[in-house]
């Protein structure tokens, strides 16, 4: 099994509509959950962080189950902006970050 | 502030060759990290700096690559003997945190190896 695995997409949604990305994990010893974006040809940045519970952060809700060892990522009100490349990073020892192969999701006008 | 910077951007190489990849971290940050991202793959960890020490290095493909940050500050990914297969980006981060507290990290551009 991968250390992180996602649904690679794409997702193709209209703009306005509400999506959800989910990622699994296999590091029990994980503690700390990310986020991030990476646009076409573009550098990953960082979207959100993921602690406990989970948070929101205006249109974006990120969600940590780590009982089933998944986290999710919610988009509100879609806007052709949000297309890109969505990375699940659980962070296990030191600050070693291991990244997901993305999710693809693509705004439609 | 200046951000995570990178050079040379694209980098063409024979097999065979050396290269050497530079990275300059956002000044200040303690932590730095190398990452490689093949085409449709996500960012595969690399090796890990914590000032000067390289604490994790456990992500290098083979003994061709080796990596250096001797004052704490600029990194440099260095591959000898080039492949075909080392074509990806190279991507560096770089993290003010040192602490298992935090892993935001701030990535640069990259630079894209193409072997030929």
């Known amino acids: 099994r991968k250390e992180v695995e996602q649904d690679p997409g794409p997702f193709n949604v209209p703009e306005g509509a509400t999506v959800a990305f989910n990622c699994t994990y296999s590091?029990?010893?994980?503690?700390?959950f990310f986020w991030y974006r990476q646009d076409c040809r573009k550098e990953p940045k960082l979207l959100m962080s993921v602690y406990s519970s989970g948070n929101e952060d205006g249109r974006f809700t990120a969600q940590l189950n780590r009982a089933s060892q998944y986290i999710s990522l919610l988009i509100r009100d879609s806007k052709l902006s949000d297309s890109a490349t969505y990375l699940c990073a659980p962070k296990g020892g030191y600050q070693k970050v291991t990244f997901g192969i993305g999710t693809k999701l693509q705004v439609i006008p | 502030g200046a951000g995570v910077s990178q050079s040379p951007r694209y980098k063409v190489a024979k097999r065979g060759q050396d290269v050497a990849l530079r990275c300059d971290p956002i000044s200040g940050h303690v932590s730095l990290f190398w990452y490689q991202q093949a085409l449709g793959q996500g960012p595969e960890f690399l090796t890990y700096f914590q000032n000067e020490a390289q604490l994790d290095k456990s992500g290098l493909p083979s003994d061709r690559f080796f990596a250096e940050r001797p004052e704490g500050s600029v990194s440099t990914l260095k591959i000898q003997r080039t492949q075909q297969e080392d074509s990806a980006v190279y991507l560096c981060?770089?993290?003010?945190?040192?602490?298992?507290?935090?892993?935001?990290?701030?990535f640069g551009p990259g630079t894209r190896l193409t072997v030929t």
């Open positions: 981060a770089s993290s003010l945190r040192r602490d298992r507290g935090s892993g935001e990290q701030y």
């Open positions: 590091n029990s010893a994980s503690q700390s």
